[in-house]
């Protein structure tokens, strides 16, 4: 899997693995995306992704406006609402509720973090499920945990198309996710024991609260580190010529501190690169909830059964 390295002394410490980049992924999901879009727009739907802000976080601004610029690109409406760092938890749940109770909306996000006093579970729980583009309403883990149709968590996803579009094998190999957190380590943990020819592999979740979780990531076949701990994934946790995939991230500022130290490149058969790997997949995945959203709340096109 890992590519030879040349002879000479400069390349003893460069980077053997081959690199997992994200956006050919995302590219391939947004083109299939975009079609879907064509053809409810020929049936006069325009799909819709609403986003909610609360504050001023810089980054998170960002995100949205990443999200609205991806939006009119694929030819959805992308109705907003920018609430002060001020706003109330009754406040926030009116503006999902107004959302939840427009049909010309299929899709909504509330950007994440909200300030420290309001409560992002609670207005989770407050969206409608089948509006939910993030696949995180307790609803939608419960179908992802019985293998049920629903908007399924977009970084999970986004790696398991990863891997699948590099044609890196996990069905029957040993994956060790390195972190539990509800957004990435459990849900992907379920996702990739499904049955599945791109899943079906055997899942392993430790985190940091066991003392010698090296002992767990150094017999992966595919090693996901989704702790948010910077740097915690050194060249030694890596078992050589296993495939490392980088979800986990913290930003100091707009710097962005991912979880596989880049050094690992020179133990591994095949690794996402520090910058590119899993965020465009997760964005297109995101798009492609969005759109699915609303084929189901508009019918399938004609001749077609839902999707």
Request: glycine content about 10%; aromatic content about 2%.
């Amino acid at each position: 899997m890992s590519q030879p390295v040349p002879n000479g002394s400069e390349s003893e410490s460069a980077p053997s693995a081959r690199l997992l980049p994200g956006g050919p992924v995302a590219e391939r999901i947004l083109a299939d995306v975009a079609e879907r879009v064509a053809a409810l727009t020929r049936r006069g739907v325009t799909p819709s992704l609403a986003t909610v802000l609360v504050g001023d976080d810089d980054a998170s601004a960002g995100y949205i406006r990443i999200k609205q610029r991806q939006a009119a690109e694929l030819g959805f409406a992308s109705p907003h609402e920018h609430l002060p760092a001020s706003a109330t938890q009754a406040d926030l749940h009116a503006v999902i509720t107004a959302f939840n109770d427009d049909p010309a909306v299929h899709g909504l996000l509330v950007q994440h973090p909200v300030p420290k006093h309001l409560d992002y579970d609670r207005a989770l729980q407050v969206m409608d499920p089948d509006k939910d583009v993030d696949g995180m309403h307790p609803l939608n883990i419960g179908r992802l945990a019985l293998e049920l149709p629903g908007p399924l968590p977009c970084t999970p996803a986004g790696i398991e198309a990863l891997l699948a579009f590099h044609d890196i094998p996990v069905s029957g190999r040993e994956v060790v996710v390195l972190g539990r957190g509800a957004t990435l380590g459990r849900p992907l943990s379920i996702l990739l024991a499904q049955k599945r020819p791109t899943a079906n592999a055997a899942v392993t979740v430790v985190h940091t609260g066991v003392a010698d979780w090296p002992r767990y990531t150094l017999r992966a076949d595919v090693l996901v580190a989704a702790a948010g701990v910077p740097g915690i994934v050194q060249p030694e946790h890596v078992k050589p010529g296993a495939v490392v995939i980088g979800g986990g991230v913290r930003y100091e500022g707009r710097r962005l501190l991912p979880d596989v130290d880049e050094s690992c490149a020179r133990v591994a058969g095949a690794i996402t690169p520090r910058v590119g790997g899993v965020g465009p997949t997760t964005v297109a995945m995101l798009f492609r909830n969005a759109i699915t959203a609303a084929e189901r709340a508009t019918g399938p096109l004609a001749g077609e059964g839902p999707r």
